[in-house]
């Protein structure tokens, strides 16, 4: 069975930083596409970022600039570093991973890390 977990979240003031990390576990081939999505109260689960195995990365337009989205496929984690954080940014943050089993393709979700952005 995979997991994912995430940390890194919590409360931080508008202008501040945090990074969240996203460790895969369990019986794991491969990663292929990592990435992260955000839930707001009230809102639909929407898109931050993500980064291949190669490493090429997009970003929602909302986020460019500020975010920057990594991976250790060493360590099956994937991080989002958050900077110039706003309190739109208030959300849960989700991180997604495609794995490329030996059954075939899989797509499983964290359970998601809190991040609240005081004004």
């Known amino acids: 069975q995979v997991q994912l977990v995430e940390s890194g979240g919590g409360l931080v003031q508008a202008g501040g930083s945090l990074r969240l990390s996203c460790a895969g576990s369990?019986?794991?081939?491969?990663?292929?596409?990592m990435g992260w999505y955000r839930q707001a109260p009230g809102e639909q689960r929407g898109f931050v970022a993500d980064i291949d195995r190669a490493g090429s990365a997009m970003y929602a337009d909302s986020v460019k600039g500020r975010f920057t989205i990594s991976r250790d496929n060493d360590k099956n984690t994937v991080y989002l570093q958050m900077n110039s954080l706003s309190p739109e940014d208030t959300a849960v943050y989700y991180c997604?991973?495609?794995?490329?089993?030996?059954?075939?393709?899989?797509?499983?979700w964290g359970q998601g890390t809190q991040v609240t952005v005081s004004s």
């Open positions: 369990g019986s794991i081939r491969s990663f292929n596409t």
């Open positions: 997604n991973a495609d794995l490329i089993q030996w059954g075939g393709n899989e797509n499983y």
